[in-house]
């Protein structure tokens, strides 16, 4: 196992044994200082991160990664104007036209990996980060950051606005594009869930939970 080595250690990174995400191998991980990194010592994956302030860095992405998602939804993305008629677009609306034009498998993946798994990570992520702050966890918690872990993977925006930049290219010459508010706020929630994906460190937040008398793993 390596490391990057700093002077002060955190509790939260005291784990005896751990399984390597990428190969599975078992291994022994001693306490981490603040900012090491533990690695796999036979695959080099990432093992464990101890990140200072984790937990109050995360939340503050998240919250800023809700306010810019609420933004993003309310107003229109794009606008395009042709020959005196102006159409906007926003991430709803989207959706909303794939299923009018008969593509409804189409539409619902757009409305789960662009509106409802990111809602749902942003806000189960505030949900639980609070309850480790306030040591307030339930029963519920561990079962909601495992689901939250699982479908992590299913919010694509990244996808979804290389998609509009493709249009954007096609559709350059023949309208004029006019950007929404939305667009900007979109970028930047994408930078947000990044920077939250980044910041967070799962083992502080499993450790919360194993403290936590009652609360089953």
């Known amino acids: 196992?390596?490391?990057?080595?700093?002077?002060?250690?955190?509790?939260?990174?005291?784990?005896?044994?751990?399984?390597?995400?990428?190969?599975?191998?078992?291994?022994?991980?001693?306490?981490?200082a603040v900012n090491?990194?533990?690695?796999?010592?036979?695959?080099?994956?990432?093992?464990?991160?101890?990140q200072k302030n984790s937990i109050d860095r995360t939340l503050a992405f998240a919250i800023t990664g809700l306010i810019l998602f609420v933004i993003s939804n309310l107003f229109p993305l794009l606008s395009l104007k042709a020959m005196g008629l102006t159409q906007e677009s926003s991430l709803l609306s989207t959706a909303l036209a794939l299923?009018?034009?008969?593509r409804p498998l189409l539409s619902l993946i757009i409305l789960l990996t662009t509106f409802i798994f990111p809602a749902i990570t942003l806000l189960g992520t505030i949900y639980i980060l609070i309850q480790v702050k306030t040591n307030r966890i339930n029963r519920y918690t561990a079962l909601l950051f495992r689901f939250l872990r699982r479908t992590d993977a299913w919010g694509m925006?990244?996808?979804?606005?290389?998609?509009?930049?493709?249009?954007?290219?096609?559709?350059?010459?023949?309208?004029?594009?006019?950007?929404?508010?939305?667009?900007?706020?979109?970028?930047?929630?994408?930078?947000?869930?990044?920077?939250?994906?980044?910041?967070?460190?799962?083992?502080?937040?499993?450790?919360?939970?194993?403290?936590?008398?009652?609360?089953?793993?």
């Not at 002060?8 to 078992?26: G, K």
């Not at 090491?36 to 101890?50: F, G, H, K, M, P």
């Not at 299923?99 to 008969?102: I, R």
């Not at 996808?159 to 508010?181: E, T």
Request: aromatic letters at 8%.
């Open 157 to 217: 925006l990244e996808i979804f606005m290389l998609a509009i930049l493709v249009a954007l290219v096609k559709l350059g010459d023949v309208a004029d594009v006019i950007y929404g508010v939305s667009l900007y706020a979109f970028c930047l929630l994408i930078l947000s869930l990044s920077l939250l994906s980044y910041s967070l460190n799962p083992q502080d937040v499993w450790n919360s939970l194993r403290n936590k008398q009652g609360c089953s793993l």
């Open 1 to 32: 196992m390596a490391s990057n080595h700093s002077n002060n250690t955190s509790p939260h990174a005291q784990v005896s044994h751990i399984a390597c995400p990428d190969c599975d191998l078992i291994l022994s991980v001693p306490p981490l």
């Open 99 to 102: 299923f009018e034009a008969d």
């Open 36 to 50: 090491e990194v533990a690695y796999c010592i036979r695959c080099d994956a990432t093992l464990l991160r101890n």
